[in-house]
């Protein structure tokens, strides 16, 4: 048995204590007037200077005009060949308002918009880690899988994370069901009021789908299907440590079976609710698949991670370099998966050259060049290279290295799919990112540790664990 | 001159991998192992050392990467310049990504066939050559070791090698080859 030492739970109560802050400090410093927007900015421009500050100014107007106007294909053309130039068309065609006043409007929702996305981004973060977790560890049963059982109870630790984080995720969808925010663009009913001046033909064409008790009503219904399979796995694969036969093990491989065709359904359409909906224009057919291989590279890697960290301190003695050797295949695996997904998105987005899609690259492109290209470097260039050798992924802390530059790339893989809708130009990684961040991590070291105490660190009656102790390569 | 081995014969890799793990310990000298299919983990059993084809694969996959850089730059760049789906910028850098899977499927192409050809010079094999393996047996369902038995007790060898589960040993002059 494990038991969770002091000095882990102070290091993550610390996390979570400081992360707590920042959020908090986030919030509190988020803008609350256009007064409050405009001293701001007058701050940053004397900082960045002059020159920086101006073409920003100008592509917000852009933004702002594709946020709040009907956009058909072909405006979204022109668009696209002349942002500016149309955006100071549409403010004087369809606003009377000053537009230095509703530039600054548009900033403030930004800038409020941004301790909410900060927030969101970093608690789906720990939660797709758990969920990948969960599907890994499916997979493994499923798949009847000879070297993993020994690796079982890391699995069930991390996975253990997973009801905390639906109910940190499902409260923060109520948030902006309930308007505390509006990160989530489309679920402003103004949007689908076509009486409004703010109607959008696009979302209202989606609101079939894209409404409010639908996307809670999914969104439900998928974290108590995840959250029951993980709970009557776990309780199964305890009970087969006492087990006479393997009846335990026979139901969780059915199970497992069941849930994995469950989970590849959910989690795609998860994927458009919680992150393409940020978008609500712009749609990609593999989203779904590109959120599932960032989930499970994240997974593996932390799998990987809690695993290496279990043994330095002695314990799982009977896991070998050729488990580490076989976690660090799948993050190399893994790692090429969505970098070739990735790329299949983005080819052929940026080849049809297509308005109503190459948006979502332009936007990313421009204004978030260094997290969008430092992020290929860290999830593909970098694990490509430090992982490729058979040798180096038997090295512990070559594989700890590998992962925690994943862990980071994959952050700011969220993080770019999020911000971009939600913030516009208005970002920077500051406090309330890394301060969600901390707190999360904190939390997610927290929950996992504790689960990993609460059951013998190796499965006793599983009818693959004595391969899986001499597993070798 | 003519060197005596001998040829163990065995119907089970597992009990193959414990003989060759005894043989090894007693050191005595396995010449080859000769197996009907591969059996997972004998190089490491037998001492072999590790394969450096994984080190030529990367040269070739880099050659071929660089094979297709400099083609697809001629070819749609420098020779005769095309319009990429309505991106006329002749420059190779901003049409980049039209590119990369062919960069990939040359990288794949050159590192495969290179590897192969590799292997097949590196083991000596080319078409028509005749086959090496001293019982055609091996090529079915039985494991054969030949261990060299020019040096030592071949008394005390043959029972060594009855204990570790041979079905049939055989002692067998062979002109030295090498």
């Given at each position: 048995m494990y038991t969770l030492p002091n000095k882990l739970k102070v290091f993550a109560l610390v996390f979570m204590v400081l992360g707590a802050v920042g959020i908090v400090a986030g919030f509190l410093s988020a803008p609350k007037t256009t007064e409050d927007v405009a001293a701001m900015m007058a701050e940053a421009h004397h900082g960045e200077g002059h020159e920086s500050a101006q073409p920003g100014h100008g592509s917000a107007h852009a933004e702002h005009a594709m946020d709040h106007h009907d956009m058909s294909a072909h405006e979204g053309a022109e668009m696209h060949a002349g942002a500016h130039a149309e955006a100071a068309n549409d403010h004087g065609a369809h606003t009377e308002a000053d537009p230095h006043q509703e530039h600054l409007e548009h900033v403030m929702h930004q800038m409020q918009n941004r301790p909410w996305s900060a927030l969101y981004i970093a608690s789906f973060f720990f939660f797709m880690i758990a969920l990948g977790a969960l599907a890994f560890y499916a997979i493994q049963y499923a798949a009847q899988a000879g070297w993993s059982p020994i690796l079982f109870r890391v699995m069930e630790g991390v996975t253990g994370y997973l009801p905390v984080a639906s109910v940190v995720v499902f409260v923060l969808l109520l948030a902006s069901a309930f308007h505390?925010?509006?990160?989530?663009?489309?679920?402003?009913p103004e949007l689908v009021n076509?009486?409004?001046?703010?109607?959008d033909k696009i979302i209202a064409g989606k609101s079939g789908y894209l409404n409010v008790p639908f996307f809670l009503i999914r969104a439900l219904v998928f974290l108590l299907g995840w959250n029951a399979y993980r709970w009557l796995s776990r309780k199964n694969s305890i009970a087969d440590d006492h087990a006479q036969d393997q009846s335990f093990f026979k139901k969780n491989f059915k199970l497992s079976a069941g849930f994995l065709v469950f989970f590849i359904v959910t989690e795609s359409i998860m994927s458009w609710d919680w992150i393409m909906s940020f978008d609500p224009h712009w749609f990609s057919t593999l989203f779904g698949w590109y959120v599932f291989a960032g989930m499970m590279v994240c997974a593996i890697t932390v799998i990987a991670l809690v695993t290496i960290y279990l043994k330095s301190q002695?314990?799982?003695?009977?896991?070998n370099d050729s488990h580490i050797h076989d976690l660090a295949k799948f993050m190399f695996a893994f790692s090429i998966f969505w970098t070739y997904l990735w790329f299949s998105q983005f080819m052929l987005i940026w080849y049809a050259d297509i308005p109503e899609e190459v948006t979502y690259f332009v936007t990313r492109i421009e204004q978030y060049k260094l997290p969008f290209f430092g992020m290929i470097a860290m999830n593909f260039v970098f694990p490509l290279l430090l992982l490729m050798n058979s040798d180096y992924k038997r090295v512990n802390w070559f594989v700890v290295m590998a992962g925690i530059v994943i862990l980071a790339g994959h952050y700011l893989d969220v993080f770019n799919m999020v911000m971009p809708a939600t913030v516009g130009e208005s970002w920077t990684i500051g406090v309330p990112e890394i301060g969600s961040l901390m707190f999360f991590f904190g939390l997610f070291v927290y929950v996992v540790f504790t689960t990993i105490t609460k059951a013998p660190l190796v499965p006793k009656n599983n009818p693959f664990i004595k391969e899986s102790k001499h597993f070798h390569y | 001159m003519a060197s005596k081995v001998i040829h163990a014969l065995y119907n089970d890799d597992d009990i193959l991998m414990n003989a060759v793990k005894t043989v090894r310990a007693e050191h005595y000298h396995i010449e080859e192992v000769y197996t009907p299919f591969p059996v997972h983990g004998l190089d490491k059993a037998m001492g072999l050392e590790g394969t450096r084809i994984a080190i030529t694969s990367f040269m070739y996959g880099v050659l071929g990467l660089t094979v297709a850089v400099l083609m697809m730059n001629f070819i749609m760049i420098e020779d005769w310049p095309q319009d990429i789906g309505g991106k006329p910028s002749f420059s190779y850098l901003e049409n980049m990504p039209a590119f990369v899977p062919i960069m990939f499927e040359m990288t794949v192409f050159f590192a495969a066939h290179l590897m192969v050809i590799t292997f097949y010079m590196r083991s000596k094999l080319w078409p028509f050559k005749k086959a090496e393996?001293?019982?055609?047996?091996t090529t079915d369902d039985h494991f054969l070791m030949a261990i060299d038995?020019?040096?030592?007790d071949v008394d005390a060898m043959m029972k060594v090698l009855e204990a570790t589960g041979a079905v049939e040993l055989n002692i067998v002059e062979q002109e030295q080859a090498h």
């Open positions: 505390l925010n509006h990160i989530f663009h489309w679920m402003d076509p009486e409004s001046a703010h109607y002695g314990y799982l003695e009977e896991v | 393996n001293p019982d055609p047996r038995a020019g040096h030592g």
